[in-house]
């Protein structure tokens, strides 16, 4: 995959998601969100927000974004939101974007591209407010500064510098598979890999919480990761404090790796870009690619976040005037998913107010 590559689109706003899609019939009664499931997820009276899916709000909603020139209006709405909210904070947007700009990410861009790689429908489409998606340079050069918002607007009433943010939301998402992990006996995490790395931010803070184990960044947009493969160099390929990263230019639904080959699998910020067909195949690869005794964690918006559930108006249409699959990932039941493709203690978490950690694993060979 990943389509994407990031989520910092989709939260900065606080949670930028998008326009109409809706399920196939089948593949809504299969996998739709049931109110009643179970997890350790806080109970909420609503599985989803009004504004996602085939409810009343939404169907306006969409019927607005659907209006050409409203569309453009809010596509370009939703990124100067997001400036604003980077120069408020004091993250050096402009000076991030005119750094990249001059640096050799063009040249690492041919080394890593992989030119038999296909692109599905739904990854070239307007994207994120960039008409051609994750597939350029100007998205590839504000993932950074977006994912620094997207951070600070989980706790936008606390006074976090960026890093103090980025920190807390990386460190929950991991303490949430540490603990699923040692309940559940499972393999210590020597060969890890991050679906939908982006320009690697994730990959970066996985690698730097599992130092000695081999850490993969997987991603469909070759200009995203030619940043990542920039910043690994510029860091030393981690300067011995940990292992270096290896980056991956491949689909998240067929990646072409070997059967059974990673003992942790993450996805952060990822699966709410993707259609509900391109969720069931980046699960039904993350099973093939899974050890016995391995872990799947994918960590997202929370359907059921009151934060999430009680935007203005004004927010969620902005949201989902930048992403074209919220409806389908809002009523995609993830959990059951894990569970039809075999991944086995399947359970939800929440890691802080606006996001969760859907876990699940493969249980340990028989000796």
Same mark, same amino acid.
């Given at each position: ?51 996602? @899916? ?11 974004? @659907? ?225 016995? @005794? @391995? ?73």
């Amino acid at each position: 995959m990943t389509p994407r590559a990031h989520a910092a689109w989709a939260q900065a706003g606080p949670g930028f998601s998008t326009r109409a899609a809706r399920l196939p019939s089948a593949g809504r009664r299969r996998h739709q969100v049931a109110a009643s499931a179970t997890t350790d997820v806080s109970t909420e009276n609503k599985a989803k927000p009004d504004w996602a @899916g085939d409810d009343l709000l939404s169907r306006a909603v969409n019927a607005a974004i @659907g209006f050409k020139p409203l569309f453009s209006v809010m596509k370009f709405g939703a990124r100067q939101t997001l400036k604003g909210s980077a120069q408020k904070a004091g993250v050096p947007w402009t000076e991030t974007v005119r750094d990249l700009e001059q640096s050799e990410v063009y040249h690492i861009k041919q080394e890593i591209e992989d030119q038999s790689v296909q692109y599905p429908a739904y990854y070239t489409q307007s994207f994120h407010g960039y008409d051609e998606g994750n597939l350029n340079w100007l998205a590839a050069f504000e993932v950074e500064p977006a994912s620094e918002v997207m951070a600070l607007r989980v706790w936008r009433k606390e006074a976090l510098t960026p890093l103090q943010a980025q920190t807390r939301l990386r460190k929950a998402i991991f303490k949430e598979i540490h603990t699923f992990q040692e309940a559940h006996n499972l393999r210590e995490a020597h060969d890890i890999i991050d679906i939908g790395c982006s320009v690697g931010v994730s990959t970066r803070w996985l690698a730097a919480e599992w130092p000695t184990a081999q850490v993969t960044g997987l991603d469909l947009s070759p200009h995203f990761l030619a940043v990542a493969e920039l910043r690994e160099r510029q860091l030393g390929g981690g300067a011995g404090q940990r292992q270096r990263i290896h980056y991956l230019h491949a689909n998240m639904e067929s990646s072409g790796l070997p059967d059974a080959s990673f003992d942790l699998i993450a996805a952060q910020y990822v699966v709410h870009e993707c259609p509900a067909h391109a969720i069931e195949g980046l699960v039904r690869e993350c099973r093939r690619l899974l050890r016995p @005794g @391995g872990t799947l964690a994918l960590c997202d918006l929370n359907p059921r976040s009151k934060v999430i559930q009680s935007l203005p108006p004004v927010l969620f249409t902005l949201m989902k005037s930048t992403e074209p699959h919220s409806d389908e990932y809002y009523q995609f039941d993830i959990e059951g998913c894990m569970r039809d493709n075999g991944l086995q203690a399947v359970n939800t978490v929440e890691c802080n107010p606006r996001h969760r950690v859907v876990l699940g694993c493969l249980p340990a060979a028989e000796s």
